[in-house]
DNA sequence: TTGAAAGCGCTAACAA
DNA sequence: TTGTTAGCGCTTTCAA
């Protein structure tokens, strides 16, 4: 067995409560103890253990986060801004995957209870409805949603307690369409991931038809389509054969969704932009190394990681203070809405004036 | 604070011995007993602490994993690959990033370590001489290196008992050059991360140089550059700008330094494949959806995390049949050495025959 | 099949 | 400034 405080101890020659305090606030102990004991440690190889640590103190420091995929590379950062805060704030960060699997969110989230979390940031399929979010709040766990939107509080209703961090979905998809009527398109189709699999993707949809309606545009019904690939669906295959149907601009609710569209389209021997345009969102970086660089609504995934992680580890300490009761202390919610941009790329150009 | 397995018990009438072994091996607990006991669980909403069970166990079904970034979607995978894994065989996963640092290496495994996980993941800068290795080892924590490829062993020196998980980096690379080669190039620069920051990229030069010297060419050395940017390096520029000089293809030691360079090539008003042939190395998956797809060198990232989980894990669980020594147990040490496979794309052509 | 009790490593209240 | 002690939640002998 590793060596205990209670080694370490015996070796100094002083109580375990000397060396526990030690550990924890220094300034208490006298310099030679506080030497012999260091020594002690030293030579035995002593760390503390945290089971022991936290199973007394009711706290662990550490977050659970829970994310669909690390496919998306979207996810991927958002989960380095998350660690890199951690790290500076001091908390260590348990990891999970959902797969989009509202089963496997409770699943995971129910594991990260198991271990006592202090806290859980998640992205989650559909932040309305959800199970897995009544779960943490009927343990008073506090978590924040990241991706997810909360919806804009209406007066007289009881306002939400969640709190979320994201771009503004609806404006920033509604920013990107009018982007592209700017360019001259009128005929713009929307292709999306499943609107049940992605909250986002509907508020991303809403957004589209704002745009369309503000510039009197007939709106079209989204295509929706699997995991970013554009099946065989035999009645897109046709819209695109033909030059009339066909829309001059795709506006695609993700980046990898508009990166496949492309490679699809060139299959189909059409060209991007001259034949048609193409607009994702999110800004992934490999986006702009792309020729032609794909246009797309620029969200801040790292930031959203930092800031989530930042909310979270205030609701927690909050909580400590306000007496455990972590999640009523952060009572209020919260939604940050973080500044998205729009990289204009040479995916999106005007239609030829044919 | 939570419900406790004592307060089951209470609330069940029986002990918390009872309890634990339901919990634990349901078999040996009467029906009726076991009865009891889940609706106290039910009606208390208790889950067991996990603290408590490690603490008291000395194992914590959770393994560590350090990468350098996350940033570099190999990276991502593989961690996908991990947690997929870990999940499947009931192991948590606590996760932390380095960004390349050696020292910020040493202190992710010393948190790791106070948090007393089963074992450790990890991709380092240099896997020849590392501190945070030997720390491992010193503390008898199973670890699995990725990324990292252990030399072979020698026949007569004492074998190394680490394990790692990786393509063969050599052998990949050359295939790369001799892929290029056999379209026809003779003159081929090697463009590398830092060698400091990755002995991947030692090994990769290496292939470079067995693949040139094999067809009787001259190698050039690497042009090492940070962190997949080509500065404004005035050498670079100058052979580019120079017919004369300018190779005619360009082996990128990772991927994202291959798309930066093409990047850069366009800039430079150069065309690729026509005036310039690239390939990279990693094969990450955006580099199909390009147009001209990559030419790469395909790594099974998500593979790689998954058999170092699973490897991982039968070298903890060895330990505790072997009594707590999961080092020991594993000794021996092994290198899986995983498929790699050759990537054509469009970015590597035949050089034109001018 | 069940219970009593010890103890994993640590912190904190209380005494000295 | 330091030591004594109780106990966080759990597993696991050992007895019954």
Known sequence: MRPSIKQVANLAGVSIATVSRLLNKPGSVSAETAEKIHRSIEQLGFRPNFNGRNLRAGNSRTVGVVVPTLSNTVFAQCLQGIELAARELDYSVMFTTTE?????????????????????????????????????????????????????????????T????????????????????????????????????????????YGYLDAMRM?????????????????????????MADPAQRPTALFCSNDLLAMS??????ALGLRVPQDISVMGFDGIPVGALMEPVLASVVQPSEQIGDVALRTLVAAIERGVIAGGDAHAASAGGMRHVLPHGVRAGGSAASPDQS
């Open 100 to 160: 989009y699997l509202p089963h496997d969110e409770s699943a995971a989230v129910e594991l990260l209870l198991s271990h006592r979390v202090d806290g859980v940031i998640l992205t989650v399929a559909d932040a309305g409805a959800n199970a897995t979010l009544d779960l943490l709040e009927r343990e008073k766990i506090p978590f924040v949603l990241t991706y997810n939107q909360l919806a804009q509080p209406v007066p007289g209703e009881t306002p939400c």
């Open 162 to 205: 969640r709190v979320s961090v994201s771009v503004d979905n609806r404006a920033a998809a509604c920013d990107a369409v009018t982007h592209l009527i700017r360019l001259g398109h009128r005929r713009i189709q929307m292709l999306s991931g499943r609107f049940n699999a992605s909250d986002r993707a509907i508020q991303r949809y």
């Open 215 to 239: 510039a009197g545009l007939d709106p079209l019904s989204a295509i929706e389509v699997e995991r970013h690939t554009l099946t065989a669906a035999t009645d897109y295959q046709q819209m």
């Open 261 to 266: 569209a492309m490679r699809d389209l060139r």
